[in-house]
């Protein structure tokens, strides 16, 4: 360990009490994507309580706070954390006026990166830098509310529904050359790179039938609960159609289900999500979903209307990377580290940042019970906090140092699926249509 590596872990140790006390406050005003306001402003702050020149309004709640700005053309290194946080009514900590819940630990990113921030903008650190730190709130990385998403679409106030898809449209990457971000896992082990993960479209499906008395004329309705059934039943005998090694998945859930028990319903709202391991297999499963779906209105006489929209792309494998693993085995020595691997049926937008630029990966440990669930609880927040913070900082410092020589090299041996934000934007546009079947 120099030095400058045993000032970061010192300082982060002396804002110990700061640090947690930052990750329980937002984990218990937990808010949902694009409605991140108090934590975002909690976020804008801290950042200039540090002196940090912060800009605000990216993708509606996301923020930037830069260090070194004057050394950016070496390299410009972004710290990822995002904002937002879960629908679960039920847990225990759920903030009562959003009804959202921090069940996938994005609280512990924001203190992880806090607490980094307290360190790295120590002057005789910050000056060992050879390159910029954006300290980076992201929105909505959660892909939900699709509804409510459409509506933001329609008042122009974004276009994609995942947070780094629509910052990268905006161009808010575009000053970035490489990144760092991480995840929550349960267990008490530390996890440095990534594996591969599902992409995804989403799908709003409207049904529109006709109402009527459910128990005097029901022959004079058309009931658009019995075409969505018909839909979901088309649906699920499609499943066996997909290949095991795709990984697909698709869960819709009913949002809108009818009016009053007595009256045909004459509107039914579905959202699902269309995943898989690759472009080409969601693309060929969310066709299938077009399909099933259209088979109930035809069935039924109703009319039916499939908005998709572009989701996340697949996430990329992932070599650990050497900063990381010294990162870790000097924030938290006695904690097992393990290389990440295999393939997961989860989504991030994470995967969509990796198209373009190098985003090397690390989980802690200190939570137990299942992501976005109710029973996830944070058991040890020096695992989840404090080992966060350090890790963020070490790594950041790894990669900086000596004129940012470490961040050089990685980008310039990185091969990017798109070269810039305009060929991502092309790319996606592809999967926004609405179709409708009358």
Do not use: W
Not at 19 to 35: C, N, P, Q, S, W
Not at 190 to 199: C, D, F, L, P
Not at 325 to 337: I, N
């Amino acid at each position: 360990m120099d030095q400058t590596e045993k000032l970061i872990i010192d300082i982060i140790d002396q804002h110990r009490d700061e640090v947690i006390e930052f990750a329980r406050d937002i984990y218990t005003h937990a808010e949902l994507g694009y409605k991140e306001f108090r934590t975002s402003q909690k976020f804008v702050n801290k950042m200039k309580e540090l002196g940090l020149h912060t800009e605000t309004g990216f993708a509606i709640t996301g923020v930037k706070a830069y260090l070194n700005e004057e050394k950016k053309e070496n390299a410009s290194l972004a710290l990822l954390g995002e904002l937002d946080a879960l629908r679960i009514p039920e847990h225990a900590y759920v903030n009562s006026e959003t009804d959202a819940a921090h069940c996938c630990g994005h609280h512990a990113q924001m203190a992880g990166i806090f607490g980094a921030a307290l360190a790295l903008t120590v002057p005789e650190i910050a000056e060992k830098l050879g390159g910029q730190v954006v300290f980076f709130a992201t929105p909505a990385e959660e892909y939900g509310e699709i509804e409510f998403k459409n509506q933001l679409r329609e008042q122009g106030k974004i276009r994609y529904g995942g947070g780094k898809c629509e910052l990268i449209r905006t161009g808010a990457f575009d000053d970035i050359d490489l990144c760092l971000a991480h995840h929550i896992q349960p267990g008490d082990e530390i996890q440095v790179g990534s594996g591969t993960g599902n992409g995804f479209v989403s799908k709003v499906i409207r049904y529109l039938g006709k109402a009527a008395h459910a128990a005097g004329a029901p022959d004079k309705g058309v009931n658009a609960l019995s075409a969505a059934s018909l839909g979901l039943q088309a649906l699920g005998l499609n499943r066996e159609t997909f290949r095991d090694e795709d990984c697909v998945r698709v869960h819709p859930i009913i949002t809108k289900g009818g009016n009053l028990v007595n009256v045909i319903p004459d509107e039914i709202v579905i959202e699902t999500l269309v995943r898989a391991k690759t472009i080409e297999a969601f693309t060929d499963a969310a066709k299938k979903t077009d399909r099933s779906f259209q088979a109930g209105a035809v069935a039924m006489g109703a009319k039916v209307e499939i908005t998709t929209l572009p989701g996340y792309l697949p996430t990329l494998a992932e070599q650990a990377l050497p900063e990381l693993k010294r990162a870790a085995e000097l924030a938290a020595p006695e904690v097992p580290v393990r290389e990440a691997a295999g393939h997961s049926g989860g989504s991030t937008d994470v995967g969509d940042v990796q198209h373009l630029m190098p985003v090397y990966t690390f989980h802690t440990g200190g939570v137990k019970g299942g992501l976005h669930q109710i029973n996830f609880e944070v058991t040890n927040e020096e695992e989840a906090y404090i080992d966060t913070a350090k890790m963020f900082a070490l790594a950041a410092y790894g990669l900086l140092k000596e004129k940012a020589a470490r961040s050089k090299e990685l980008v310039k041996n990185y091969k990017p699926v798109f070269k810039d934000s305009a060929e991502y934007t092309k790319f996606m546009e592809q999967f926004d249509s609405k179709e409708v079947l009358d």
